[in-house]
């Protein structure tokens, strides 16, 4: 298995798909780092050379936030939005849908699972 960047990515698997097991890198941005890097897509993972994973890896660090650094960015945007109050924040905070889904028959993604009734008798 090549790691790049502290992923393990599977061997088996053609590199535009492999380089998507990388939390913020989806398949627009694998396919625009192939073509700019110069590296055929279709070849697999366990068939590039060392030169081409550290051409990925250099040009992933230069050009993209991704894994732990754009999970903490994420996490400061919904906090600075719970922070100011504004409507968003208070959907983050209520654990509520925050993009204007409906919630009375829905939701339950957001909501959690339906709370349990206890049957008077």
């Known amino acids: 298995m090549a790691r790049i960047l502290g992923v393990e990515l599977p061997n088996n698997k053609k590199t535009y798909v492999a380089l998507t097991y990388i939390f913020g890198i989806g398949y627009t941005r694998a396919h625009k780092l192939l073509s700019d890097t110069e590296i055929d897509g279709q070849k697999k ?3 590039l050379s060392d030169a081409e994973i550290s051409t990925i ?4 660090n230069e050009n993209f936030t991704i894994e732990g650094d754009l ?7 919904i906090k600075r939005l719970i922070e100011i109050g504004s409507y968003r924040g208070y959907r983050h905070k209520a654990g509520l849908p925050v993009r204007g ?6 939701a339950r993604t957001r909501k959690g699972p339906r709370a349990s009734r206890i049957k008077k008798r």
């Open 45 to 47: 993972i366990k068939d």
């Open 71 to 77: 999970k903490q960015e994420r996490d400061r945007d």
């Open 101 to 106: 889904q409906k919630t009375h028959s829905n």
């Open 57 to 60: 890896t250099k040009y992933i």
